[in-house]
């Protein structure tokens, strides 16, 4: 859910407009691996992690000019007031979402691994989403998850191709968008490294 309203500390005249609030919406984990892929591929800043900054203030960031939306992209970023980016800044990661932890304790390949959500999935007309199972036999099951360049995308590979809720054959496409950051990185750190024959982290690092 997006946060309340916020007033910016200095109006920003971008362009032909002047900006004076913003909202900042909660980022899914996909959103957020997407963002990661897309800031490998940037050119500027010269860091990851500015690059996914500049990202996210743009496109997690809903930016208004006397009430009403207005678009602001990435580029548009740097010509913002730093007393505006500091306080944004700080709240990009307030609602990343409760974290989870493993139920079922398993290997992922000769037995399962079961995660309770952190945050539930809510579904129409049934009860929430609270599980989920990870269980891949062959390399193809697991083939993208491998392939990937980093931990976050390998786990939104994971979480979108092996993961499924108990009963299910699969986790659809828009609960896939509903996993929170606070469960992916979750996720990331106790479930993933399974699947890539490395070291699992304690629930408690």
């Given at each position: 859910m ?62 208004y ?47 399962s ?55 299910m ?5 828009w ?30 690092e």
């Amino acid at each position: 859910m997006p946060s309340e309203k916020l007033t910016l500390p200095q109006p920003w005249q971008l362009h032909d407009k002047i900006i004076d609030g913003a909202i900042i919406n909660r980022l899914s984990f996909q959103s957020f691996s997407d963002m990661i892929t897309e800031a490998q591929t940037m050119k500027k800043p010269k860091t990851l992690e500015a690059r996914l900054r500049r990202l996210r203030l743009a496109k997690q960031v809903v930016y208004y000019m006397n009430g009403s939306t207005t678009p602001v992209g990435p580029d548009d970023v740097t010509m913002m007031p730093i007393p505006n980016a500091q306080m944004l800044t700080t709240h990009l990661d307030e609602d990343e979402g409760a974290i989870g932890k493993i139920t079922r304790e398993g290997d992922g390949i000769s037995t399962s691994i079961v995660y309770e959500l952190g945050t539930p999935i809510p579904v129409t007309g049934k009860e929430p989403i609270t599980e989920l199972e990870f269980l891949a036999k062959t390399y193809g099951d697991v083939e993208d998850v491998m392939s990937a360049n980093d931990s976050i995308t390998q786990t939104a590979m994971l979480i979108a191709t092996v993961a499924r809720p108990p009963g299910m054959l699969q986790l659809p496409s828009w609960a896939v968008n509903a996993i929170t950051v606070g469960d992916g990185v979750t996720i990331a750190k106790l479930v993933t490294p399974h699947f890539l024959g490395l070291p699992v982290e304690s629930e408690n690092e």
